[in-house]
């Protein structure tokens, strides 16, 4: 099922270049049950394709055989993170608009990616580099929320902070939808890909 975190006021505490404590060597499970310690999960988030780049793999491209069958950008809002359950994207930039059940004021993000250690390759050059957030309003159009660095060698969940808003004003706006835009990856000629993708905030 799509997650949203909702998350509790613990989260104004942490800094915004701080990483969740997770390793590669712990079962996903256990993850997910630490995850459920600091976060309130809602059911149907949904993908905006019509504001999403085209999916890349499937039989018309050869990518591996992880990647034998296209995944839908649905698949970055899905628990399982296996290797090479992803969603691919065409070359170095492309964007994921996200659409809320309901609205939120967001305050941190967090984007998932397998490592190195269990990689099949052996590497994750096709990981998101630098990217950035915006808030979407239908009617007042788009709100820059950050630019953000993601660490290829760093924790496999990696939790963004809210930088920007007319932003770090009171009362926050509230975005039913958001919109990730992928800048760079780390060197992959081919592709990029997210493995999955969480919104904390609040109502």
């Known amino acids: 099922m799509a997650g949203i975190g909702l998350s509790f006021e613990r989260w104004s505490a942490v800094p915004a270049t701080r990483l969740l404590n997770r390793r590669d060597r712990e079962p996903f499970s256990s993850l997910g049950r630490r995850r459920a310690r600091l976060s309130i999960f809602l059911s149907g988030a949904t993908v905006d394709a019509e504001r999403t780049s085209q999916s890349y793999g499937g039989k018309s491209c050869w990518l591996s055989p992880l ?27 492309g964007d994921v608009v996200i659409r809320l059940p309901q609205k939120i004021r967001p305050s941190a993000f967090t984007m998932w990616h397998i490592s190195t250690a269990v990689s099949p390759s052996g590497e994750v050059s096709s990981a998101p580099r630098e990217f950035i957030v915006l808030g979407v309003d239908e009617d007042e159009g788009e709100t820059l929320l950050g630019f953000f660095f993601h660490d290829m060698d ?17 009362p926050r706006k509230a975005f039913g939808h958001i919109k ?24």
């Open 67 to 93: 990647f034998s069958t296209a995944k839908p950008p649905e698949t970055l809002l899905q628990a399982d993170i296996s290797p090479g359950n992803c969603w691919a994207f065409r070359g170095s930039e």
């Open 154 to 170: 760093g924790e496999i969940s990696q939790t963004f902070h809210v930088q920007l808003w007319p932003v770090l004003i009171r």
């Open 180 to 203: 990730f835009g992928v800048q760079s990856n780390w060197g992959h000629v081919k592709h990029s890909c997210i493995y999955r993708l969480e919104m904390h905030g609040h109502l």
